[in-house]
């Protein structure tokens, strides 16, 4: 066959295969975006035309060369037809001799280079290489010499106007029937867009996988058969293993290599069977894993199957570490389920401290009647021991609930830890190592002292009981200034500056199961009769009261550390906090008329006895409004013994009515229950003295004393 015939072949050939197919690496989807699929069809179809009427001109050429009408010898083209169809070929020819000098070029040649024909024949195609490729030209041209045929070898050539363009070369060796070297036969097509598709197409994938590694959620994803066919960096990380280690292995050679549980990957691969099944994406709760560096971690996935038209089928997997947000709902559900119980429990305190003030006070005035039998003194005092016991706990519950009112003032923390420190020390075994560090600068708090020093004393109670054998408990105070930026070590907690307080034991620690209830009210892991279970939920309610915060860090056999935190203002010096002392009265003022007012009946008729007892003349009410119809009737009064919460009109605003009619009056408040209102605000009103429910005889009538001998003296208002 005459190289005319070879070179239309090759043209043949070589168009059919450039094509129809796909450049390895390249997807179909990459090849359809340069065009639309309509284009790409009637493209096609043209094409297919065109290579039909070559095949049948080659045929007839074949017949016209075996019957001798065409010269298979010559250099030039021997026949018109030909001539035109080498010329007219969609794909640029070029043929080359043994030193790689262009011999012949058709047209579409010239046309995807831009150079005249004389400008071309007698060159070496390696002038038309890109400088850096020329050696690389030469070395490929000596291999293909060689191997007779070469497929795919991509160069780039420069234009005659200077632009740079991308080919790919597919070419032949002719050879003499002693087998030496005639011609190449080449064809060279410009893949410059689909290069730039390509270029375009990897930047995009390299994109991608950008993206996916720096996806805060682990990220998978897995063939039919369960095979990883990508997995993110955050999911390597967990797995400690890198980026391309659980590639082609399933869920099942992960558990063999021990990356997770057999009873896990048995798991996976069921939900995965699942998801391809029933074509609809899974979403599992949250489950546990332990991660590569040892923690415990929960996490949540979702699969989803992915079905792409003729290709298997495949599934999409995303993994949260959701453990900070399980973390976040934990406490937030325990802080509800506290709020809630605090309500219920302020409630239920409030009615006991209402029964407990009229025992207390009819025991305080039945042991003052005298008369009584030496067995009945024993059954009254036993009473009233019992009912301040009972008063103990439900001050417990309240301040759990925080429904106690506190006095806010200025608290020197250092001092008051110091100062109490000590009371600490003698009430603790011999055994127990006391260590207590508050050194400067001082933590100046705005809180209730008594509150706070029962807070403390609860967790040094706590401790002392984690080491019956002994051990080392260490209370230290530490300034701390947090700033916006500043991981908190508590959630919630705002910047600014606070006290921390740590009370650390080496006892006997406690399991995960407790620390979830510690400070619930009545829990408790201490045999029946040895403890209320209200110590904890006591700390609990007045750190909250003071706007603070709490945390526990335990473990079985690794001891105890209980941290509060308190807003705190940081300064240099130390402020007195213990609070003033009242001077007891001289003699009892008598003669005065009081306004007692009281919703529970009870309670009412026992202060009226007792201070009518003590030469007072009561004025008896059961709430606000009827207490204004007394007064007005029956006043005015020297002073007003008034209880807070009272249905109709409670005590602050029975003041304030009061104070309209007699500027100069006052009241001591009442109160078993926490009220929304300040010390400030009530002393506003009026009411410049409280009285905790319940009280007793002594100090109810000692409170009046001293409140009726300052009204006495001369300037008081």
């Known amino acids: 066959m005459g190289r005319g015939l070879v070179a239309v072949q090759l043209i043949r050939d070589m ?12 997807s179909e989807g ?25 095949r049948r001109q080659v045929r007839r050429m ?41 011999l012949s070029v058709n047209r579409a040649w010239l046309e995807l280079l831009g150079y005249a024909k004389d400008e071309a024949i007698g060159r070496s195609f390696g002038d038309f290489v890109a400088p850096e490729q020329v050696d690389l030209f030469h070395e490929r ?31 032949r060796i002719a050879r003499d029937a002693d087998g030496r070297f005639l011609r190449t036969h080449c064809i060279l097509q410009d893949i410059t867009e689909r290069r730039r598709m390509e270029d375009a197409l990897i930047e995009s994938e390299e994109m991608l996988r950008q993206v996916v590694d720096s996806l805060p959620v682990t990220l998978f994803m897995k063939d039919g058969e369960g095979h990883y066919t990508l997995i993110n960096r955050a999911s390597a990380i967990y797995y400690g293993v890198d980026l391309r280690h659980n590639l082609g292995k399933t869920d099942a050679d992960l558990a063999a290599e021990g990356l997770i549980t057999p009873e896990r990957a048995l798991a996976r691969q069921a939900i995965d069977r699942e998801v391809l099944r029933s074509g609809e994406a899974h979403h599992s709760p949250a489950y546990p894993w332990t991660t590569a560096d040892g923690k415990a971690r929960w996490f949540s996935t979702t699969r989803i199957p992915l079905r792409v038209p003729g290709r298997p089928d495949r599934i999409l997997g995303v993994s949260v570490d959701i453990t900070e947000l399980r973390d976040a709902q934990e406490q937030l559900a325990r802080q509800e389920r506290l709020a809630a119980i605090g309500q219920l429990a302020g409630g239920i305190a409030h009615d006991f401290n209402n029964i407990l003030t009229a025992i207390l ?28 016991g009972a008063a103990a706990l439900v001050q417990q519950v309240l301040d759990f609930g925080r429904r106690t009112m506190i006095e806010v003032r200025p608290v020197a923390l250092g001092s008051l830890i110091r100062r109490t420190g000590e009371l600490w020390r003698r009430a603790l075994p011999t055994q127990i190592d006391l260590e207590i560090t508050a050194t400067p600068p001082e933590c100046e708090v705005m809180g ?31 300034p701390l200034v947090l700033q916006s930026d500043d991981e908190p070590p508590v959630p919630g907690m705002e910047a600014g500056e606070w006290a921390g307080v740590t009370v650390a034991d080496t006892g006997e620690g406690m399991a995960p199961e407790v620390v979830a209830h510690l400070f619930e009210p009545f829990f408790t892991t201490k045999p029946v009769g040895a403890g209320t279970g209200l110590g904890l939920a006591q700390v609990y309610g007045i750190v909250q009261q003071h706007h603070g915060y709490i945390d526990c860090e335990t473990g079985v056999g690794h001891g105890t550390i209980f941290r509060i935190y308190l807003p705190a203002k940081i300064v ?28 529970e009946e009870a309670i009412r008729a026992v202060l009226e006895d007792i201070l009518s007892s003590q030469g007072f003349r009561v004025l008896a009410a059961r709430d606000g409004l009827d207490a204004l119809a007394r007064y007005r009737k029956d006043g005015p009064v020297d002073l007003v013994v008034t209880d807070l919460m009272m249905p109709v ?47 007793d005889f002594d100090t109810l009538c000692a409170t009046i004393e001293r409140l009726l001998d300052e009204s006495s003296k001369p300037g008081t208002t």
Do not use: C
């Open 15 to 26: 168009a059919l295969r450039h094509s129809f197919q796909a450049r390895p690496g390249v």
């Open 30 to 54: 990459t090849r359809s975006g340069a065009v639309t699929m309509q284009d790409e069809h009637r493209t096609k179809r043209q094409l297919i035309a065109e290579l039909n009427e070559l």
């Open 62 to 102: 074949a017949e016209a060369e075996a019957e001798g009408d065409v010269d298979a010898g010559e250099d030039d083209l021997p026949d018109a037809v030909l001539r035109s169809l080498f010329q007219d070929a969609p794909l640029a020819y070029q043929s080359l001799d043994e030193t790689g000098n262009i």
């Open 141 to 171: 041209f000596a291999r293909f010499k060689m191997m007779d045929d070469v497929r795919g070898v991509e160069y780039d050539v420069v234009r005659s106007d200077g632009l740079r363009i991308a080919v790919v070369i597919d070419g």
């Open 361 to 388: 006070l009819t025991a305080d005035t039945l042991v003052r009647a005298g008369s009584l039998s030496p067995l009945a003194r024993r059954g009254i005092d036993t009473i009233a021991e019992e009912s301040r």
């Open 448 to 478: 209730d002292a008594p509150r706070i020093q029962q807070a403390l004393m609860n967790l040094v109670v706590n401790a002392r009981d984690a080491m019956p054998d002994g051990g080392r408990l260490s209370i230290r105070l530490s």
């Open 572 to 599: 240099e010096s130390s402020i007195d906090t213990t609070p003033a002392r009242a001077t007891d009265p001289e003699a009892r003022l008598a003669q005065r008329t009081l306004l007692v007012v009281e919703d």
């Open 649 to 695: 009109m409670g005590g602050s605003t029975l003041m304030r009515e009061l104070r309209r009619l007699d500027p100069r009056l006052k009241g001591i408040a009442l109160t078993g229950y926490w009220v929304e209102d300040d010390i400030d605000s009530l002393r506003a009103d009026g009411l410049v003295e409280v009285l905790r429910k319940p009280f």
